[in-house]
T-cell receptor, first 111, second 116 residues
Framework: SQQGEEDPQALSIQEGENATMNCSYK?????LQWYRQNSGRGLVHLIL?????REKHSGRLRVTLDTSKKSSSLLITASRAADTASYFC???????????FGEGTQLTVNP | GAVVSQHPSRVICKSGTSVKIECRSL??????MFWYRQFPKQSLMLMAT?????????EQGVEKDKFLINHASLTLSTLTVTSAHPEDSSFYIC????????????FGPGTRLTVL
């Protein structure tokens, strides 16, 4: 069963704006990962944050993790039309274990 | 970065036939591969975990006789959908875990299966 819930389910913004997506989960985790999927394609790994970390950055991406609230957020700054895709969070209960994916957020960046 | 390929990318078959999907890790050896299924506009559902040289571990509700998984080498896992029916039509995605970066899974591009 899917552990993660993401909101919003869909997000439409203008190019240049920031996009924030949230993910909540139910059980203890070792790490949480964010993936991107273009329509009809495979997933691309974006960033991994471990349970003892609170924030990570990678380029225009910023991920936060609040283990007390069992939630994470993905911020994409200065969005581009090419950022249009579905974004999924995935949790691992232990190091190297299977991933459980959230429902995903469909991001549309309008030029 | 690590590359995972899938073949075929798209397959259309008649009801009752079997379809084999290959998943290959191209530049690393993957002792563990995963098979997911994704319906339109939905998330990925893990079907099974494939371990090289041993039997696959199937998720609850996934019929192992329906979805045969073989992981005969460190770079190849196959998923065979036996006696396919229209309800098996879906997007099948594999991933592989690189032992050097144990927590990250690298995904294949997916296979679109349509059963007529």
């Amino acid at each position: 069963s899917q552990q993660g819930e993401e909101d919003p389910q869909a997000l439409s913004i203008q190019e240049g704006e920031n996009a924030t997506m949230n993910c909540s989960y139910k059980t203890s985790i070792n790490n949480l990962q964010w993936y991107r999927q273009n329509s009809g394609r495979g997933l691309v790994h974006l960033i991994l944050i471990r349970s003892n970390e609170r924030e990570k950055h990678s380029g225009r991406l910023r991920v936060t993790l609040d283990t007390s609230k069992k939630s994470s957020s993905l911020l994409i700054t200065a969005s581009r039309a090419a950022d249009t895709a579905s974004y999924f969070c995935a949790t691992a209960s232990t190091s190297g274990s299977r991933l459980t994916f959230g429902e995903g957020t469909q991001l549309t960046v309008n030029p | 970065g690590a590359v995972v390929s899938q073949h075929p990318s798209r397959v259309i078959c008649k009801s009752g036939t079997s379809v084999k999907i290959e998943c290959r890790s191209l530049d690393f050896q993957a002792t563990t591969m995963f098979w997911y299924r994704q319906f339109p506009k939905q998330s990925l559902m893990l079907m099974a975990t494939s371990n090289e040289g041993s039997k696959a571990t199937y998720e609850q509700g996934v019929e192992k006789d329906k979805f045969l998984i073989n992981h005969a080498s460190l770079t190849l896992s196959t998923l065979t959908v036996t006696s396919a029916h229209p309800e098996d039509s879906s997007f099948y995605i594999c991933s592989a875990r690189d032992p050097m970066t144990v927590d990250t899974q690298y995904f294949g591009p997916g296979t679109r299966l349509t059963v007529l």
